[in-house]
């Protein structure tokens, strides 16, 4: 069975780093774009990051820019989020997702979800 599984969430001061983790089973990354998406409490849901198939390129909404890195190992079949210089904003759950669909911050293109990880950033 196709599945995607988020770790790495915590508890996190402002300005802190977590790095999470996204592994697949059933399928290999390397063959979809996978994205990283948050959901605050009382916001909509939004695309953070993404790095696409073949090429590895990445993308990132402009509120993340030079804080976060998206990154892939194909030998643990293993997606991560690095993130830095946390602000209480970033609060959120995270989630990663796979598609096929080249607009890999659009939370529609994505056909496999993982049940997501939190993250609080807070003193």
């Known amino acids: 069975q196709v599945q995607l599984v988020e770790s790495g969430g915590g508890l996190v001061q402002p300005g802190g780093s977590v790095k999470l983790s996204c592994a697949a089973s059933?399928?290999?990354?390397?063959?979809?774009?996978i994205g990283w998406f948050r959901q605050a409490s009382g916001k909509e849901r939004e695309g953070v990051s993404c790095?696409?198939?073949?090429?590895?390129?990445?993308v990132y909404a402009d509120n993340v820019k030079g804080r976060f890195t998206i990154s892939r190992d194909n030998a643990n079949n293993t997606v991560y989020l690095q993130m830095r210089s946390l602000k209480p904003e970033d609060t959120a759950a995270y989630y990663c997702?796979?598609?096929?669909?080249?607009?890999?911050?659009?939370?529609?293109?994505?056909?496999?979800w993982g049940k997501g990880t939190l993250v609080t950033v807070s003193s």
């Open positions: 997702a796979a598609g096929l669909d080249s607009s890999c911050l659009f939370s529609g293109g994505m056909d496999y």
């Open positions: 059933g399928f290999a990354l390397d063959v979809y774009h």
């Open positions: 790095i696409r198939r073949g090429s590895g390129h990445t």
